[in-house]
C-alpha cells in the first residue's frame, strides 16, 4: 500500500484552513471524508503534515530474554518448545506460542536435535 503524496495532505490542510467542511475537500481532491479527517486531526493534534511510516522493523518479542534462553537450553538440552513455553509462563508470567520461541532460538542460531524416525522416506 503506498501512501498519498504530501502534495494531496498539504492540500487538504490548506483547504481546511480556509473553513471548507470534510465533504467539500474530499470531494473537490477526489478522496475519502475519513481520509480528510485523519490528515485534518493528525495535523491539529500534532502539527504533523508529514505520512506516518507502514510497515518497518519490529523487534522480536523475545529478544530481550536471550540470556535466559540461552541458560535454559544450556543446562537442559533436550526441552521440548513446550517444556520452554511452559517455563517461560512460570518465569515471566506470561504466555507464549512454541512458534515464538521456535523462531527465537533459530534466531540465536541454536539447532534442535533431529528425530531420526521422523526423518525416514523409505520403508525399511
Known amino acids: 500500500m503506498r501512501a498519498y503524496s504530501q502534495d494531496i495532505r498539504d492540500r487538504v490542510i490548506a483547504a481546511k484552513n480556509e473553513g471548507l467542511g470534510t465533504s ?59 517444556q520452554l513455553c511452559r517455563r517461560y509462563l512460570e518465569e515471566q508470567g506470561e504466555t507464549v506460542a512454541a512458534s515464538v520461541i521456535h523462531r527465537q532460538l533459530r534466531r540465536m542460531g541454536l539447532r534442535f536435535k533431529e528425530n531420526a524416525a521422523r526423518q525416514r522416506a523409505d520403508p525399511q
Open 24 to 82: 467539500d475537500v474530499a470531494g473537490a481532491l477526489r478522496g475519502s471524508r475519513r481520509y480528510v479527517d485523519q490528515v485534518w486531526e493528525r495535523y491539529q493534534q500534532s502539527g504533523s503534515r508529514t505520512v506516518l511510516q507502514i510497515g518497518g522493523y519490529r523487534a522480536p518479542r523475545l529478544e530481550k530474554h536471550e540470556a535466559l534462553l540461552r541458560q535454559w537450553v544450556g543446562r537442559e538440552p533436550g526441552l521440548t518448545l513446550e
